[in-house]
């Protein structure tokens, strides 16, 4: 009797631990209001890498914050050179510098970025049955956008690991497939 009751309470245990989980798992943020897009400039916003382009008068979300992160916190994987002359704009934030594209870097959207607590801090990154470290060296900017500061392009989504093409070779990617790829991702 006494063991039955000790299986039940450690089910009971498991049982709201998990639920829990889920909860935190299920936990986002919520928007924090809209910036206007604007024309950019003729020879401004450059698109390499299918990056878009903020369009006149279309209201586009921005965030304070980012999902919280796990051992596995879930986001979504795109392409940013942050070579000179890149889609990336200027230079990396987190050290004033250009990275070539063979370098496995990333940008993380506002609030993983975190204000710069994870800084030259690597990553680790797992999607398509591989995994790589990288190296966080800029934000992508989920709170404003679509100025000449952000190339003219929209605010970053919230939940955004922004990999230079280096990350998405070592993912195996297929080249013909890079730009948005559901990946899991914790520090390193």
Not at 60 to 74: A, D, H, L, M
Not at 94 to 110: E, G, K, M, Q, Y
Request: aromatic share 8%.
């Amino acid at each position: 009797m006494k063991g039955i009751f000790c299986l039940s309470v450690l089910f009971l245990i498991i049982l709201h631990f998990s639920t829990y989980l889920i909860e935190v798992e299920a936990q986002s943020c919520n928007p924090s209001g809209s910036v206007r897009g604007t024309k950019p400039p003729p020879g401004q916003c450059n698109t390499e890498n299918d990056s878009e382009c903020c369009k006149e008068g279309k209201m586009y979300t921005i965030y304070n914050c980012s999902p919280p992160v796990s051992s596995q916190t879930r986001a979504h994987l795109t392409i940013n050179s942050f070579q000179r002359g890149g889609d990336g704009g200027g230079p990396s934030e987190c050290d004033d510098r250009f990275h070539n594209d063979d370098t496995p870097v990333v940008a993380l959207s506002t609030g993983w970025f975190n204000h710069q607590s994870r800084c030259l801090k690597n990553i680790r990154i797992s999607g398509n049955g591989r995994s790589v470290v990288a190296m966080v060296v800029d934000e992508c900017d989920s709170t404003r956008g679509c100025d000449s500061e952000h190339d003219y392009q929209p605010p970053c989504p919230n939940n955004i690991v922004d990999a230079s093409k280096a990350v998405w070779q070592a993912l195996g990617v297929p080249r013909s497939q890079w730009g948005g790829l559901d990946i899991v991702w914790s520090d390193a």
